[in-house]
């Protein structure tokens, strides 16, 4: 075989194993956990150089069996594969390979597309007594699937959320199941809506009512007690007002009513016997129907009446004397004078 024709099957071969290695590879990484982006086993006389790169940035190397440039957070073993540790969300992007042999020449490149996915949750089922609507949900998960089993019967499918409406009242078991592209989780529950009892909400404002109400004829209560005594303290103030004025008109009285008016002389004097009586010569005898007047009794009449109270206090003194009235000369004797 000529010199040419080794040289263009030489080049071919070279072109055969570039397209080959040049193949993109999909992996899927759990998120906060390792992984491993593995290559086909090399002939370590053939290996010389090997260069991981991320979105084209060189992240670690293994340059004659030495170990340089690793970042942290990535590992290189020596035969070429790459360990990601503790996946982070930043870490879903393009890794690339490339190998070289001593003479400087590309023996191999691969590309890998690495996706990094969470975990499932345990899914939740809840019942909502009131309106019995069953609810399966998860909170945790990359493009997360639910299914709704109710015993071994497939009920109901979704996403993140399952509502379902429950008519029976008998207790049924449910399952809702959760799954991804890297996990899948299960619960089961055994749901009953308890019998309906009292209110706690109407018991509780009945019983604050009720507390209220007593507190209000409470002090409804101490109120009119207050105003009683203050009643009862104000009449007995008026009463011991009274008492103090009566006892000092009575201690004044006795020393102003002898004092009141002078006495008229002939009154205090007994009258002179008939026989020793003057004769008023010249003297008419009044008529039959007019009374004679006399002074003392013109001043008993003119004098004005004391106020009941003060004469029922003026009885209580000592007895005032009262005045003799003269008897009147008898007919006969006027007229024969």
């Known amino acids: 075989m000529s010199l040419a024709c080794r040289i263009l099957a030489s080049f071919l071969l070279i072109f055969i194993l570039s397209a080959r290695g040049t193949d993109i590879f999909k992996y899927q990484g759990i998120l906060n956990e390792n992984i491993t982006l593995d290559i086909p086993n090399q002939q370590p006389d053939d290996v010389d150089d090997i260069q991981w790169f991320k979105d084209k940035i060189r992240i670690a190397r293994v340059f004659a069996g030495i170990v340089r440039d690793q970042q942290t957070g990535y590992k290189v073993l020596i035969n070429g594969p790459l360990v990601i540790k503790r996946l982070q969300r930043s870490d879903h992007s393009t890794f690339k390979i490339d190998i070289y042999n001593k003479n400087g020449q590309l023996t191999f490149t691969r590309t890998f597309n690495l996706m990094v996915l969470e975990r499932v949750s345990k899914p939740e089922i809840s019942l909502n007594c009131t309106n019995t609507i069953l609810t399966c949900k998860v909170t945790n998960g990359t493009d997360p699937k639910l299914k709704l089993y109710q015993g071994q ?35 089961v529950a055994d749901l009953k809506c308890p019998e309906k009892g009292p209110d706690i909400y109407l018991i509780i404002g009945i019983c604050g009512g009720g507390v209220l109400f007593l507190l209000f004829v409470a002090l409804l209560i101490l109120y009119i007690s207050k105003r ?31 004092a009141s008016g002078p006495q008229n002389p002939a009154t205090s004097q007994p009258p002179p016997p008939p026989s020793h009586r003057p004769k008023a010569h010249g003297h008419r005898p009044p008529p039959p129907g007019h009374r004679v007047q006399h002074p003392h009794q013109n001043q008993q009449q003119k004098r004005p009446l004391p106020p009941p109270g003060t004469q029922a206090r003026q009885q209580k003194g000592p007895p005032l004397p009262r005045p003799r009235v003269q008897p009147k000369p008898p007919r006969g004797a006027s007229e024969n004078s």
């Open 153 to 187: 019967k497939f009920i109901k499918d979704g996403q993140k959320v399952i509502e379902y409406k429950w008519t029976t009242q008998k207790n049924v078991l449910f399952k809702c199941t959760a799954t991804n592209k890297v996990s899948e989780e299960t619960s």
């Open 228 to 258: 009683r005594k203050a009643h009862r303290r104000s009449d007995a103030e008026l009463e011991i007002r009274a008492h103090r004025m009566t006892s000092e008109e009575r201690s004044q009285k006795p020393h102003q009513i002898p």
